[in-house]
């Protein structure tokens, strides 16, 4: 197929970097797998043993999700980081591509991560309009 290295050398470098997000998925849940294994290893010595079983053990891990709080409950704050870094990487592209060509149309290319920043910032203040007070 490739006649030389100089053919097949371009091609590395698209294709390791579809690998990488395909490399990342597996190896999570490749993770997630051996800790659970892991936990429930542990959960048959201690019932083998006759000892009691923590509820910790039992009950189903977090991933330490930064949308969510402890036990699964939404949390408010959840688009505004997303929101901020919208805003903050359309400010940077407007910048940078209105000091490599002024003058030219490029610096309109950061408006749009700008206006899903705003959009995301606007849809945050209405949902914590509607969100009932935490108790």
């Given at each position: 197929?490739?006649?030389?290295?100089e053919?097949?050398?371009?091609?590395?470098?698209?294709?390791?970097?579809?690998?990488?997000?395909?490399?990342?998925?597996?190896s999570?849940?490749?993770?997630?797998?051996?800790?659970?294994?892991q936990?429930?290893e542990?959960?048959?010595?201690?019932a083998?043993?006759?000892q009691?079983?923590p509820p910790?053990?039992?009950?189903?891990?977090?991933?330490?999700?930064w949308?969510?709080?402890?036990?699964g409950?939404?949390?408010?704050?959840?688009?505004?980081?997303?929101?901020l870094?919208?805003i903050?990487v359309?400010?940077?592209?407007?910048g940078?591509?209105?000091?490599?060509?002024?003058?030219?149309?490029?610096?309109?290319?950061?408006?749009?991560?700008?206006?899903?920043?705003?959009?995301?910032?606007?849809?945050?203040?209405?949902?914590r309009?509607?969100a009932?007070?935490?108790?």
């Open positions: 197929m490739f006649e030389n290295l053919s097949w050398l371009p091609m590395t470098i698209p294709l390791l970097a579809l690998m990488i997000p395909i490399v990342a998925i597996v999570h849940y490749l993770g997630r797998a051996h800790a659970a294994r936990r429930h542990t959960i048959r010595e201690l083998r043993a006759g009691p079983i910790e053990l039992l009950a189903e891990p977090s991933d330490g999700d949308q969510r709080g402890p036990r409950a939404p949390n408010p704050n959840r688009i505004l980081i997303p929101a870094l919208n903050a359309g400010l940077g592209l407007m940078m591509f209105a000091l490599m060509a002024p003058g030219v149309w490029l610096w309109s290319i950061g408006l749009l991560p700008l206006f899903i920043g705003f959009a995301l910032t606007a849809y945050w203040a209405f949902e309009r509607q009932p007070p935490a108790p």
